[in-house]
T-cell receptor, first 115, second 113 residues
Framework: GAVVSQHPSRVICKSGTSVKIECRSL??????MFWYRQFPKKSLMLMAT?????????EQGVEKDKFLINHASLTLSTLTVTSAHPEDSSFYIC???????????FGPGTRLTVL | AQSVTQLGSHVSVSEGALVLLRCNYS??????LFWYVQYPNQGLQLLLK??????LVKGINGFEAEFKKSETSFHLTKPSAHMSDAAEYFC???????????FGTGTKLQVIP
């Protein structure tokens, strides 16, 4: 149980375009979803926390207008990288939290490459 | 505020040797502690977690970790390294009741045949 999926697993786009990444909890309803960014050979940096039906809470230094997060249901959160630039190239990982569990369940990640 | 320090960004061990990955934490409240493993271009897999029960925690793939409050440590060990253990390992901390997790900088484990 507690499986989280991400789609797509890998995406290549041109500079200036927008890219949407989906995060789904497959067998449970996630009370909270998290979005992380991982730079090469670096740790995970929390970008934002989102709760279903409310606005996401962004970490300091993360541009909310650039990284749009929508958490429309208890099983789906999306991250849209708007007007992507090469410096946005990274590995994006989502996770989902479940009420009563002090543990996050991680998705497999999405590799974004902006040309 | 919480933080995690992983000593050694790279650790090399011979196949069959003891694996020891170090993690020290800082937390103003009793912490929950985690070890995750990440293989290249993949997400994180939970190895084990400490949530204020037994201080010696056993996880998957033969790994275990011991919570030592006096040393603020949560080191990860495995008696005998296997080639398949080569990966990146992350120690993480969260406070009970809040799901925000803070990760360490990671330790890359290399297993030498």
């Amino acid at each position: 149980g507690a499986v989280v999926s991400q789609h797509p697993s890998r995406v290549i786009c041109k500079s200036g375009t927008s890219v949407k990444i989906e995060c789904r909890s497959l067998d449970f309803q996630a009370t909270t979803m998290f979005w992380y960014r991982q730079f090469p050979k670096k740790s995970l940096m929390l970008m934002a926390t989102s709760n279903e039906g409310s606005k996401a809470t962004y970490e300091q230094g993360v541009e909310k207008d650039k990284f749009l997060i929508n958490h429309a249901s208890l099983t789906l959160s999306t991250l849209t990288v708007t007007s992507a630039h090469p410096e946005d190239s990274s590995f994006y990982i989502c996770s989902a939290g479940l009420a009563g569990y002090n543990e996050q369940f991680f998705g497999p990640g999405t590799r974004l490459t902006v040309l | 505020a919480q933080s995690v320090t992983q000593l050694g960004s790279h650790v090399s061990v011979s196949e069959g040797a003891l694996v020891l990955l170090r993690c020290n934490y800082s937390s103003s409240v009793p912490p929950y502690l985690f070890w995750y493993v990440q293989y290249p271009n993949q997400g994180l897999q939970l190895l084990l977690k400490y949530t204020s029960a037994a201080t010696l925690v056993k996880g998957i793939n033969g790994f275990e970790a011991e919570f030592k409050k006096s040393e603020t440590s949560f080191h990860l060990t495995k008696p005998s390294a296997h080639m398949s253990d080569a990966a990146e390992y992350f120690c993480a901390v969260s406070d009970p009741g809040y799901q925000k997790v803070t990760f360490g900088t990671g330790t890359k484990l290399q297993v030498i045949p």
